[in-house]
């Protein structure tokens, strides 16, 4: 009869009859009580290992449970909040800072922060980017937003601080509208104040000259008339110069009066003709004496 072949073995018997072979060899070389050292110094290492393991899901779990809380932590929170990359993409950012730019998160991701920045502060955010990249503490500035959905300016105060690997950057803004608004006002109101003070000063200037001008001319008059020689001609037309110069100044003092009228909104339109030609001959018997004492040439033509 033919031998039959032993069953072929599987990779456990394999496995097992080296296990045996092996201890056969380690029994020869140590005694019982250094096998079972042996094999409890192992088995403090299995459980040394399986506690580090516990230890590691654990935290990992925390880390995952952390990192979830964050998340939720600045979505509900109602200061914007953006991380950008060195050049400004926006890597991240909560709700808040969404609805702020008008967008959904999804659309802005890897968007360019800057592309929401005025044209006139755009130069102040690429430079607090780069002192933020650059500095180890926080930054800060001013800067307006320029929103598609807004014709009205968006003034907001940005504060950033980079991550500690330095590839990033958190930044949260804070609305300061109603702020810069107030200040505009304050700054118009301020602008308007000063300007009616120039106004009011060159009224005076202007006022004190008026009132000046036909003074100077009946007191001038007034000492023409007492020269013994003066003849009776003269002397009439002396005397009409200074009535001409008491209307005037009657005149300026009515319109000192209409003026306060005027800002009291009690001033009554009164339309009357004038006679420019008679105004004009007015003027020029007035300040004849006065240029020719100067030795200046002054001619008036009427047509």
Known sequence: MKKKNPPPTTLRQQAEEKLKKKSLKTDSKFSEADTQKVNHEL????IE????????TRAKELADLSNKNYADLLNFTSVPYYKLSK???IIDLNLSGANLLGKTPNHLIKSMFGFFVSDDTKPNFN????????????ESCEVTLSLNDSKIPLYVYINGHVTENGECCHITLVDISDRKLAENELIRAKEKAEESDRLKTAFLANISHEIRTPMNGIFGFTELLKEPTLSRN?????????????ARLLSTINNIIDLSKIEAGLLKVDIQE???????ESVYTFFKPEIESKRLQFIFQCR
Do not use: P
Not at 236 to 245: E, G, K, L, P
Not at 274 to 280: D, G, S, W, Y
């Open 87 to 89: 050049e400004g993409e």
């Open 127 to 138: 430079r607090f980017l780069n002192k933020v990249f650059n500095s180890k503490g926080s």
């Open 274 to 280: 004038a006679n420019i030609n008679k105004t004009l």
């Open 49 to 56: 290992l399986e506690m580090q393991n516990e230890e590691l």
């Open 234 to 246: 003269d002397q009439q037309a002396y005397i009409h110069n200074m009535q001409i110069s008491g």
């Open 43 to 46: 088995q403090i290492h299995q």
